[in-house]
């Protein structure tokens, strides 16, 4: 859940703080890590590119989308597992990762980050010179 605060003005003129609660659904991840950085791939059933917002923020990670869940013309939903359709999920990222380097990529509800690792932290092989 994720609390949303806003303020009201009473007549008296003072500042009062209302919390109101929004369903946030956590995505199911799955994170492989190799020598040259990290894969990140979360399902987002429902979420389409121009509703998916993928940030970094320092070593912070967000990821963030909106389902739209469309229905037939002239028909309702009577009942539904879920109640919301906002999707978040976040991250800390290690310094040895490159954040300007991130690549995204969306197909069919399934979102997949690749986060290089910075040159020199990757493993390399030492060339051995002698007679």
């Known amino acids: 859940m994720t ?14 703080r209302q919390t109101e609660r929004e369903a946030v659904l956590r995505p199911a991840v799955d994170i492989y890590e190799d020598s040259t950085g990290i894969t990140l791939k979360a399902d987002l059933p429902g979420v ?8 970094v923020d320092g070593n912070n990670l967000t990821i963030e989308g909106l389902a739209a ?8 939903a009577l ?6 359709t906002r999707f978040r999920r976040s991250f800390t990222l290690s310094n040895e990762l490159e954040t300007d380097r991130i690549n995204a990529e969306m197909n069919n509800g399934e979102l997949t980050l690749r986060l290089p690792k910075r ?4 493993p390399r092989k030492i060339e051995i010179s002698g007679g």
């Open 119 to 122: 040159a020199e932290v990757q």
């Open 3 to 16: 609390d949303t605060k806003t303020m009201k003005t009473t007549e008296s003129g003072q500042v009062q």
């Open 69 to 76: 869940i469309d229905m037939p013309e002239g028909m309702e």
């Open 79 to 84: 009942y539904a597992d879920i109640k919301g």
């Open 48 to 55: 389409s590119r121009d509703r998916l917002d993928v940030r």
